[in-house]
């Protein structure tokens, strides 16, 4: 995983902490966001911070398995939409 990944995978895990009201120790890049607690609203919000943190179109390219990928899976995703 490239260092942008990995910087985008720390913000995600603190992300979906907060959102789930888990402990991002708890959190990994195997992580589905469906086992780690993300309900509808909250992949709603949680992509709408991920669009406006780093301008882009989450929408319009969704990563795959979308809400079965992993946090690692859609950070490199991510990471992809902003080289």
Do not use: W
């Amino acid at each position: 995983m490239s260092e942008r990944a990995l910087n985008i995978l720390s913000y995600l895990t603190s992300a979906v902490a907060e959102l789930a009201e888990v402990r991002e120790a708890d959190l990994t890049a195997d992580t589905p966001l469906s086992e780690a607690g993300i309900e509808s609203l909250d992949l709603t919000l949680l992509t709408f911070q991920v669009e406006q943190t780093f301008q882009v179109n989450l929408t319009k390219n969704p990563p795959p398995g979308e809400n079965k990928a992993t946090l690692g899976v859609i950070a490199a995703h991510i990471a992809s939409l902003t080289a």
